[in-house]
């Protein structure tokens, strides 16, 4: 039986979680998912979220349950240069983990609907790119294949001549 | 990845940095291609970014021409749809016909929310500002710069766009009040940012403007540098000395003509004589406008009047009471009176001021500010270099302004314990500029790490000239948990620094990303620490470090890959240390070597070896440099739009004169006789050994 307020949260690797209510909610599946059942007892199962990445996910929503934030948090839809310098300091050592936990942080806020999680993550793969002054450092960083042919590749670099950073 | 997520990531990221990603794999470069692009073009010149070149100190504005031709530009708007936004900044080689031809057309009128324009200076004139009309849906428009616009102009693009939001007019320096009122009467609660630094006709009235019409949704409002706010009052009273005195000018102005003309060469007679037409016409302009100024504000003043007769009343009691003010002291009061008055009542209208910029505004004493920011509880950012900012002006920002992110005070006389008000209460605090401000010393540190309750983080910390020590330092690093936020530390001529700084900061913060250290008294030690650990430093300024020799600088030089700009002014820098950087950073943009007696044409070489895309050079008094290694570097980097070569001996006219017109950009060269500065532009098409100038 799990406690009062409490509900259970069960990973695709059959990991279990107990999680207060509210702090749950900031998932919006789990929220309208909890809206659906009726019996509080039953283990919600989180199928694409492995659960080295839902206790993380878990982590940031009760830090941020806990420590709501006292900025003006909207974003701005109309920005046309989003900000990416104002991730905060906890959000910023939480983001600071390897490459493939970070694109499966990404999918699971994805998954979950965690609106917060996803734009900070977002944010923070969007500076890594920004550090990188080339195409061929992007790929090596993002371990990503370079699937153009020469001469493609020759005629992209050509139209954007004007303002490619490189040589 | 899936394709949402992609968007997401790419939303983040600047135009040029979009087009690098369009190169890394098939995918990335069809979505960058279909759904980003085409909304959103920007043909800036890949520019160097503020903070690398914040730091530095002596580097103006800086020139931002960017290399795109009209084939470009028609090409790439013609492959896109449903285009939102287009910024054109600096694009000088293009001429309003080029622009606006290929922009003009359906369905881009209709869809297009943000024009940016800024930097194009003289090149928009009527044609293009008329043209501004047709895109209806506007809501952020740019026009910084763009010295021909005046008031006539304004009025007609804020009747047709009646969405904007967003406008930016710096520098715009035949706009008055007037343009003001048209916008604020037209747009109202639309308006959201409006910048209007630098331009020298606008006064207090605009704020006026601003409240009368409920402009209650402003969240930005940039007022800096703008000529100290004359005051209608005195106008009125000395109505008839300013309008003799205006013609007395106008005769000198007119006199001053005839001697320049007689003086100088044709071609410059005709270039100034024309800046002296449009001066007169300027000025005609403004007297006119001013007589419709003070008609419209007769109307909407009476108010003020009212309680100014009352104001009079009160000094002239005060007068007699005193019996030693002076009628300029009264007056003074009155003004400020008037000030605050306005102030008071701009500040109950646009509460919601999120951005405030009131740089150099030295007029307004510690009341008025007292009186406007009282109001503005949203400010996240606030801008108050050169005011008179006191201890009890900063009590009243922590107490009113809980989400500050921003505050700069630089030239400030406060004493560092008001500090402590300000870190209790505003959590948010991130950015901190205190340079110049008499008074702050390691208290400093001690208030930041008492007061910091919810784990806020600063980020940049401007500190120059401030008494700040070694111990500060280290409690500061050794007790925060946060010193790996900082991301820029501005130590510039902190006397009673060393090299310890230097270690600490090495071993706490390696993240950071901008260093000046300039005038202190640091050695080679303290930078081998940087060198080793602060690998992600893009800018640093080591000026004036007279102590710092090859040992530290190869270093530098070799180890701080990701260097954007380095300034080195007036230290032991020597060609070996240009060669390791040539060896190790090809993308090292902006480098000021002023004073460095030891580098001859061997470093200069090294670079054009290796460092092919700077931006900005600096090698004034570099005495041993020829007229051929200026030549090979400038040939070498096609980036190159600065290259101050001043104060260098025994250089060749000719040649230079031949490298200025081989290239299209911008070269500032100062030699004895003769100076030179913004380049004209030469045609896109025909990019070899012409030497035609192609402007008047």
């Known amino acids: ?167 | 990845m899936n394709i949402g997520d992609l968007l997401n990531i790419f939303s983040y990221l600047p135009f040029q940095k979009l087009k690098m990603c369009g190169l890394v794999c098939q995918k990335w470069n069809r979505i960058i291609q279909n759904e980003m692009l085409n909304r959103k073009i920007d043909f800036t010149f890949p520019k160097i970014e503020q903070k690398i070149h914040s730091f530095f100190g002596n580097v103006d504005s800086f020139p931002l021409q960017s290399r795109v031709s009209r084939e470009v530009i028609r090409k790439t708007i013609a492959k896109s749809e449903n285009l939102l936004s287009i910024n054109f900044t600096g694009c000088t080689r293009l001429d309003e016909f080029q622009i606006f031809g290929s922009i003009c057309k359906y369905p881009i009128t209709e869809t297009l929310q943000e024009l940016n324009l800024s930097e194009m200076q003289e090149k928009i004139t009527d044609y293009g500002f008329r043209n501004i009309c047709k895109f209806t849906s506007l809501r952020k428009l740019s026009l910084a710069t763009c010295a021909m616009i005046n008031d006539f102009h304004i009025e007609l693009i804020v009747n047709s766009c009646e969405n904007l939001e967003d406008i930016n007019l710096d520098n715009c320096f035949q706009l008055t009040d007037r343009s003001i009122q048209s916008i604020t009467s037209k747009l109202k609660s639309k308006l959201k940012k409006l910048s209007i630094a630098s331009c020298p006709s606008i006064t207090e009235t605009c704020l006026i403007y601003l409240f009368d019409n409920e402009c209650t949704s402003l969240e930005s409002l940039d007022l800096s540098n703008i000529s100290v706010f004359q005051i209608e009052g005195e106008q009125r009273n000395d109505e008839k000395k300013e309008d003799d005195k205006k013609k007395e000018q106008e005769k000198e102005n007119e006199k001053e003509i005839e001697k320049e003309k007689e003086n100088e060469s044709e071609e410059k007679k005709v270039i100034k004589s024309k800046e002296k037409e449009l001066e007169k016409d300027q000025e005609k302009q403004q007297e006119k406008e001013k007589e419709k100024e003070k008609e419209n504000e007769k109307e909407n003043e009476s108010e003020n009047e009212k309680e100014k007769d009352k104001d009079k009343e009160k000094t002239i009691n005060n007068n007699e009471n005193s019996g030693l003010e002076s009628d300029f002291n009264s007056e003074d009061f009155e003004m400020q009176e008037y000030l605050s008055q306005i102030l008071f009542q701009f500040g109950q209208a646009c509460n919601k001021l999120k951005t405030l910029n009131l740089n150099d505004h030295s007029e307004l004493n510690e009341s008025c500010l007292i009186i406007l920011i009282s109001e503005l509880t949203e400010l996240e950012t606030l801008y108050l270099d050169g005011c008179e900012v006191t201890d009890n002006l900063i009590k009243i920002i922590s107490e009113t302004c809980p989400k500050l992110e921003t505050l700069s005070i630089q030239d400030a006389d406060i004493s560092v314990n008001s500090l402590s008000y300000l870190f209790e209460s505003c959590e948010c605090l991130t950015n901190l500029n205190l340079n110049y401000v008499d008074g702050i010393n390691d208290d400093l540190f001690t208030f930041l790490i008492e007061q910091n309750k919810n784990d806020r983080a600063i980020s940049v910390l401007q500190l120059t000239a401030n008494c700040v020590s070694d111990y500060g330092v280290k409690y500061f690093i050794e007790n925060s948990c946060w010193t790996n936020q900082i991301r820029e530390l501005d130590l510039e001529n902190c006397l009673y620094l060393s090299d310890h700084t230097l270690a600490f900061l090495s071993q706490y913060s390696p993240q950071i990303q901008v260093l000046s250290v300039s005038c202190c008294p640091i050695t080679d030690q303290g930078l081998v620490f940087v060198a080793n650990n602060c690998k992600k430093l893009i800018s640093l300024n080591i000026n004036d470090c007279e102590k710092i020799t090859s040992k530290s600088l190869d270093l530098i030089c070799s180890q701080l890959i990701y260097l954007k700009g380095l300034s080195v002014r007036n230290t032991q820098m020597e060609d070996s240390s240009l060669q390791l950087l040539s060896q190790s950073n090809p993308y090292i943009t902006m480098l000021a070597l002023p004073d460095c007696k030891k580098i001859t044409d061997k470093g200069l070489v090294y670079l054009s070896n290796g460092c092919k895309m700077l931006q900005w050079v600096d090698c004034q008094n570099c005495s041993q440099i020829t007229t051929k290694a200026i030549q090979t570097l400038s040939l070498a980097c096609d980036d190159l739009q600065m290259f101050n070569i001043s104060g260098i001996p025994n250089l060749n006219p000719l040649i230079l004169s031949k490298i200025k017109s081989h290239k299209f950009n911008h070269f500032s060269i100062e030699l004895d006789f003769w100076k030179c500065i913004y380049e004209d532009s030469l045609d896109s098409d025909d990019v070899t050994d012409s030497e035609t100038d192609s402007e008047n």
């Not at chain 1, 309208?32 to 982590?59: C, F």
């Not at chain 1, 699971?108 to 993550?121: E, G, M, Q, S």
């Open chain 1, 1 to 167: 039986m799990t406690e009062l307020g409490k509900i259970k949260l069960v990973s695709s690797d059959s990991q279990e979680f107990e999680v207060d209510r509210e702090v749950a909610a900031m998932s919006q599946t789990i929220k309208n998912l909890l809206e659906a059942i009726e019996d509080e007892n039953t283990a919600i199962p989180i199928e694409n979220v492995k659960g080295e990445i839902l206790e993380r996910v878990i982590h940031y929503c009760e830090h941020h349950y806990n420590h709501p934030s006292p900025k003006n948090l909207t974003e701005n839809e109309n920005e046309y240069e989003r900000r990416t310098d104002d991730i905060e300091p906890w959000d910023q050592t939480f983001c600071n983990v390897e490459q493939p936990v970070l694109f499966e942080l990404i999918l699971a806020a994805n998954y979950l609907d965690i609106k917060p999680l996803l734009d900070v993550c977002c944010k923070t793969v969007a500076n890594l790119i920004k550090e990188c002054r080339s195409p061929e450092e992007i790929r090596k960083r993002f371990k990503i294949k370079n699937d153009f042919t020469k001469e493609e590749e020759e005629e992209i670099r050509k139209e954007n001549a004007w303002c490619l950073d490189e040589k």
